[in-house]
């Protein structure tokens, strides 16, 4: 039992630690009206495991403050990110649905987030549109691509006690 526990927190941290370096080296590029977060490919984790979930929480809560964001973003900008990982993960037996979560989690969150927290006065529904291609690259695409390239080593990097 305390081995399970020891495994449960060392994947988390893992995960967390995966994301935030990833925030932080295409920061230029996960920021803003236009967001490509690289880091939001590792949303697809918790079908493998569910320490993915405070993983990406703590992961993306630790990458926007490490960036300097502001406040509403650092608090509702990782709730988006949990509920993602949590949609994830209670659709983990449907692998084609499990990148749609976190990418309607942002798509609804982070537009309002960027409007009144960052003061953009672009259209809430064009943000949540360059949002939304933003996420389904990430989320979408390159969270598919790594769910098949780790799908075939799952039992090795995602092993139970």
């Known amino acids: 039992m305390k081995n399970k526990k020891v495994l449960f927190i060392t994947q988390a941290a893992m995960i967390a630690a995966v994301y935030v370096v990833l925030t932080l080296v295409f920061a230029p590029f996960g920021f803003g009206q236009v967001q490509f977060r690289i880091s939001e490919a590792l949303t697809i984790l918790p079908m493998f495991t569910p320490a993915a979930i405070p993983g990406l929480f703590v992961g993306c809560l630790l990458g926007n403050i490490l960036a300097g964001s502001i406040l509403p973003d650092i608090l509702f900008g990782s709730l988006a990110t949990l509920i993602g990982a949590v949609g994830s993960y209670l659709l983990r037996k449907h692998r084609y649905l499990v990148p749609l979560p976190p990418i309607f989690a942002n798509i609804l969150i982070v537009p309002f987030i960027l409007r009144y927290g960052y003061q953009f006065l672009l259209?809430?529904?064009?943000?949540?549109?360059?949002?939304?291609?933003?996420?389904?690259?990430?989320?979408?695409?390159?969270?598919?691509?790594?769910?098949f390239a780790l799908n075939k080593y799952k039992h090795q990097i995602f092993k139970t006690v």
């Open 123 to 147: 259209p809430i529904p064009f943000m949540m549109l360059t949002v939304g291609i933003g996420e389904v690259a990430c989320c979408g695409i390159l969270g598919l691509i790594l769910m």
